[in-house]
């Protein structure tokens, strides 16, 4: 059988050539959807390269937000720390000297209260700071 015999009605004419207007159109459409899944393709890796890079800098924030988090704490700890020796101090230097029970003078009573578990009297403690986690 020929795809185009010499002799043809004409009424075949028209139906054959809408058959190849139909497959062209039909490979027409089938490179369109190879193009676009290749496009679809190439989105999907740069977005997944794109994914990967954001974890990555994310896990760096993270870690430099820990960094300076414990930064923070030590500062405050050794700020605390500060204002309770300069409190003990003051304190210290503004107590008049007593005689004590024992016959002692009260500035070698302050330096064995400075040794001890307890504050000396007068002696305010400031709370610790408090440390967002």
């Known amino acids: 059988m020929q795809l185009w015999p010499s002799v ?25 959807a190879a193009n676009a899944i290749q496009r679809l ?42 204002l309770q020796l300069l409190d003990s101090e003051i304190n210290n230097l503004f107590r008049e000297p007593t005689q004590s029970p024992g016959g002692r003078p009260a500035e070698h009573q302050g330096a064995e209260a400075a040794t001890s578990n307890s504050p000396p009297v007068g002696h305010h403690t400031y709370p610790e700071p408090k440390v967002v986690t």
């Not at 004409?10 to 050539?17: C, D, L, N, S, T």
């Not at 393709?41 to 896990?59: F, G, I, K, M, Y």
């Open 8 to 32: 043809m009605s004409e009424a075949e004419k028209p139906a054959r050539i809408d058959r190849l207007d139909s497959i062209q159109d039909v490979e027409r459409l089938l490179l369109e």
């Open 41 to 82: 393709v190439a989105e999907r890796d740069a977005l997944r390269h794109r994914v990967d890079a954001l974890e990555s800098e994310l896990a760096h924030l993270r870690e430099r937000t820990t960094l300076i988090h414990d930064s923070y704490r030590r500062l405050a700890t050794e700020f605390n720390t500060q």
